[in-house]
Antibody, heavy 119, light 110 residues
Framework: EVRLVQSGAEVRKPGESLKISCETS????????IAWVRQMPGKGLEWMGIFYPGDSGATYNPSFQGQVSISADKSNDIAYLHWGTLRASDTAMYYC????????????WGQGTLVTVSS | QSALTQPASVSASPGQSITISCTGTSSDVGTYNLVSWYQHLPGKAPKLIIYEDNKRPSGVSTRFSGSKSGNTASLTISGLQPEDEADYYCCSYASSATYVFGTGSKVTVL
């Protein structure tokens, strides 16, 4: 069974760093792209970027380039989304999603991680 | 990279059909046969319901169908049911391993 299980809700202050995780199982991690998607409160889904564990390649939405970084631990089949400096505007729900092999859509999703950034 | 344009809300009575449009550009929707649609219920993870413009994943109701003409993709829900009440998002490949989501449409079953 394919599963993407995300880490729990986080509360941080502006300026702090944060790394959230997406632990995967049930499929070959190194042959699927993993994407991260943001949903700000009351807003729609936004594609942030995508990572290929097979070669550690990543592509980012220009709106998020330089603001976050995506990485993975291939030994444990975990994808990460990392902020070096959080802002209040980073408050949102974040989802990881698996890209279906050989296609360009996202067939399995994590349950979401709520990140709250507040002083 | 601008979001694809969807109507903010669509409503209809049970049993009726609705169509949600998703308008992009010749750089995304119009170039690639790679539009997907997601159903998003509150507090749940989004669910893939259409991929590659008009294909349905296994297990998705046949009441959901997708189509595309030029730069506009469409999702049709036939025989609307109360459990279809949700937010719906389109998503298109946009070259160089990038993607763009639609603005989202809230479907209300009257």
């Amino acid at each position: 069974e394919v599963r993407l299980v995300q880490s729990g809700a986080e509360v941080r202050k502006p300026g702090e760093s944060l790394k959230i995780s997406c632990e995967t199982s049930g499929f070959r991690f190194t042959t699927h792209w993993i994407a991260w998607v943001r949903q700000m409160p009351g807003k729609g889904l936004e594609w942030m970027g995508i990572f290929y564990p097979g070669d550690s390649g990543a592509t980012y939405n220009p709106s998020f380039q330089g603001q976050v970084s995506i990485s993975a631990d291939k030994s444990n089949d975990i994808a990460y989304l990392h902020w070096g400096t959080l802002r209040a505007s980073d408050t949102a729900m974040y989802y990881c999603a698996r890209q279906r092999h050989g296609s360009s859509d996202f067939d399995y999703w994590g349950q979401g991680t709520l990140v709250t950034v507040s002083s | 990279q601008s979001a694809l344009t969807q109507p903010a809300s669509v409503s209809a009575s049970p049993g009726q059909s609705i169509t949600i449009s998703c308008t992009g550009t010749s750089s995304d929707v119009g170039t690639y046969n790679l539009v997907s649609w997601y159903q998003h219920l509150p507090g749940k993870a989004p669910k893939l319901i259409i991929y590659e413009d008009n294909k349905r994943p296994s297990g998705v109701s046949t009441r959901f169908s997708g189509s595309k003409s030029g730069n506009t993709a469409s999702l049709t829900i036939s025989g609307l049911q109360p459990e279809d009440e949700a937010d719906y998002y389109c998503c298109s490949y946009a070259s160089s391993a990038t993607y763009v989501f639609g603005t989202g449409s809230k479907v209300t079953v009257l």
